[in-house]
Each structure stands twice: as structure tokens, then as C-alpha cells.
């Protein structure tokens, strides 16, 4: 979109913030969020190559927005110094301040936002540094990584099992409390074995293609369940999201002694080698907050949030469920063929 020059500031040379700062993004130890109306600091601490909150019993966040939003400011090519104009630049008292430190209390470096710059989309906006004048154009907007606010922590991975736990590793078995599945103890998934005397297959065999398949199981037999029944199931499982993290005092048994129904998952991963690893968790269902929640306490974080009652009840599948092809979606009202 073309940007009206006659509205727009002057500017003078570009500049980079990390030359003002001598900051570097790779020197950030932690991020820190200001809300201002809220006077809340939202604090994000960097673990290796993951950021944890460590206000919210050390969850998961969202990663790849913070990376994001330490290349828009420290890493920019294109921060130009901006000699105002009579306009309004956004900067109220009111805007929300990044914090950006580097191994000490104190920010090595605090930037006050501005507004979006017009004619840019959401690309580009105003920044300065917390407690002086000089604004700033950057090709980057802090602000818009934040997304939406809900009832969730800013930033949080709403993930029960976040991918920075299970990295690139598969959900391969889901081992459940007995009886929950009839005779069977759980569900796993295996590779199939090609048949390299048929032509069809042995093209498979030949660009590395490989075929899975679920099986429900007990300690005597195996019955091939549905794929894309029993694969959509996992992909629930895998993809699984709270809506909120409750104070330690509303969950029921708190951190020591939680019991609940249990699920047993083999996450499997593979080198380059085509060696195999499996990993377990435990992903275990605790009591309703009487708010239509129930509380999940996973393994591999140690963390317990809450999910929907209806996403609880998804977890504990019926056996002829899994037998037979899911359920085509609804087709909308306004989609559907008149009668002839």
C-alpha cells in the first residue's frame, strides 16, 4: 500500500536500537510485559531455547512470538528517527513497555509503544525508549504479536502438552485405566509392512513413504481400529488446549497427591538412523472447578490448568467410536440443497 508522504514525519538517519542499548537479542535473559491499566509485568524467562513464566508456575510460552517481537526491536534494519509532526504518535502514558533484560534486575533496555504506523497494515509502528523524547519508526510491531486478550495469560502456550516438551516425537499409544476401553487396555500405532511385490506398494517402499495404522490392544489380542478415527483421537490428544491456569488453592489434592483418571502416553521419536525413542507421560483428569472445567495435570510440565468438561469427557472414547470412520461436519443452514 502506498504510504502518503505529506502526512507522514520527517526523518533523519536510521539507527539501530541495539547500538543505542548495546543490546543484542542473544544477550536477552528475560522479557518482561507492562500493562499499564493493569500495572501488571508480565515476566518471560528464557530456557534454553524455550521461554517459561515463572509467574504461572513456570508454563510454557509461546515462543516464536517472543523471538518475534526481540527482531522487531533489537534486530530491525529499518529503525528510522523520526522528527515529529503535529500528529498523534500514540504515546499517551497508556501504551504497553517492553522490558528487556540481560542478567540483572534492572532492563538493560525499556521501550515505550507507540501506534501502528498508517498506510503500513500492522507492520510497521512508533517506539521510544521508556523516559525520553526521541520516536522512532520501526518496520516491526511488538504490539501485534500480543494477539487477541483473553482470559488467558499473555503469550501463554495454551497447549496441555506443548510442543516444546514432545519437540518433533509422535503420540504412538494411548494406555488408559482399565475397563475404560471395554476388554482393551489402550490404543497404539504401528507401521505397516509394505508388500514390495506389488507395484503400488513398492513405489511407496521406494520414496520413502510410510503407512501407519491403529490398533486397540490387551495383553492377548489386537483389532485394527479406524484410521482416521483413532488418528483424529490422537490429534486431539496432541493439540489439546486450556482455557485457563487456576490458583493453587482451587485444585483439589494440590501439587502433591493429585489423583484422578490417567492417561498413559508413548510419545516415539526417530533419528537419522531410524533408531527409535519412547518417552512417557502421564496426562491425568482431575475434579471439576464447578465452573463447567475440569482440572488436567500433565506430566511433562508438572503444570495443572484447566480444560472444558466436554474436552474431558472427549478423552474417555468409546470403544465402537474408534471402529468406525468419524462423523462428516455439519453442513451450514445456508448451504444445504433445497428439496426437489
Known sequence: MAVDKKSNPRYSDSVSLSQLSNLDA????SLGILFPASE???LYVRDNNNWRMPQYRNAFALGEKLNG?????LNSDGIKIVTPVDRDYGFNGNGIRFRFYSGGKTPALEIECGKEIPGYGRSDSYIRIYGKPQIYHINGNPVARLGARNNLPPLVD???????????ARLARIEFEPGWLGPFRGIMRKEKVLDAS???MKRLIDTGVRIHEWFAFSEKSETRLDEKSAAEFAGFIENLAFNRIPRLEEIDGKAA???GKKLRLGYESEDRSGALTSTEYILEILSSDGKGNRHIFFSGTGLVSSITE?????LLPDFETLLRPPAPPPVPKNQLLPNM
Open 158 to 168: 495454551p497447549r496441555v502438552i506443548p510442543r516444546a516438551v514432545t519437540g518433533s
Open 40 to 42: 501488571l509485568e508480565v
Open 198 to 200: 506389488n507395484p503400488d
Open 257 to 259: 497427591g493429585l489423583s
Open 310 to 314: 466436554r474436552d474431558a469427557e472427549r
Open 69 to 73: 517481537i526481540l527482531r522487531d526491536v
Open 26 to 29: 542473544g544477550d536477552v535473559s
